[in-house]
């Protein structure tokens, strides 16, 4: 079966900078839309962002443009969230997961069917 295990999260001051890894097991990365999303506590989950199959559509939740990129290695079924100039607001839970390359490519939360358990992420002075 699908299985993530996210890793790269910590503690971070602000304006720092972490990079978060998704290890995906049970099927070939190339099938299926992946996406990275967040959760704080007492907020909804959203989306931050996604990568379609073969890697050359993204989506990135306004607020993190230019300053994180997804990126994924399909070889190795691992996907990547490069987090810079890292600000209190994004602290939370976050999540990798999987919908099955469906049409049209979105970063919807009801299209991804296979989630990892997440890791925490603060960012603090």
């Known amino acids: 079966q699908v299985k993530f295990v996210e890793s790269g999260g910590g503690l971070v001051q602000p304006g720092g900078s972490l990079r978060l890894s998704c290890a995906a097991s049970?099927?070939?990365?190339?099938?299926?839309?992946i996406g990275w999303f967040r959760q704080a506590p007492g907020k909804e989950r959203e989306g931050v962002s996604c990568?379609?199959?073969?890697?050359?559509?993204?989506n990135y939740l306004d607020s993190v443009k230019g300053r994180f990129t997804i990126s994924k290695d399909n070889a190795k079924n691992i996907v990547y969230l490069q987090m810079t100039d890292l600000k209190p607001e994004d602290t939370g839970v976050y999540y990798c997961a999987a919908d099955r390359g469906q049409s049209p490519f979105t970063c919807t939360l009801l299209r991804y069917e296979y989630w990892g358990q997440g890791t925490q992420v603060t960012v603090s002075s």
């Open positions: 049970g099927f070939t990365s190339d099938y299926y839309h």
């Open positions: 990568i379609s199959r073969i890697g050359f559509r993204t």
